[in-house]
């Protein structure tokens, strides 16, 4: 059947670019434009069983292997409430002084500008 060979010539190439994009060279020669067919596909690994095939659409099954699902990450007994109190204390501290910095510059420059306006300098030499 003509639309299995196009199959299998789909996967071959899929095979290829993807070997050749992650830098992986386990099925042999890349697929190039000026070779009739596709390369052969590689074989699959030891540990995964052989496909099993459907009897109506031939499609391969692969079964996944069986493996134990991580660990969940234990619960470390913390104080959440005091270090999220702490943080926002610290938030708060750290605002304020930028306010209070703030305010001392606006205070300074402003103090500046009413000196140059009460004693303008004195004028210079005209041109």
């Not at 992650?22 to 042999?28: E, L, N, S, V």
């Not at 596909?41 to 995964?48: E, F, G, K, R």
């Not at 938030?91 to 002084?97: D, N, S, T, V």
């Amino acid at each position: 059947m003509r639309w299995m060979r196009e199959r299998d010539a789909l996967i071959a190439q899929t095979l290829a670019f993807v070997q050749s994009v992650t830098g992986r060279k386990d099925a042999g020669e890349p697929l190039s434009p000026a070779l009739p067919g596709p390369p052969p596909l590689p074989s699959p690994p030891a540990d995964i069983p052989p496909p099993a095939f459907s009897a109506t659409l031939e499609i391969p099954i692969f079964e996944t292997p069986k493996t134990a699902a991580p660990a969940p990450r234990p619960l470390v007994p913390g104080d959440f409430p005091g270090e999220l109190k702490a943080r926002i204390a610290s938030f708060r501290a750290h605002q304020e002084r930028f306010n209070r910095e703030r305010e001392e510059y606006f205070s300074a420059t402003l103090a500046r500008l009413r000196a140059a306006i009460k004693d303008p300098p004195p004028p210079g030499p005209d041109k």
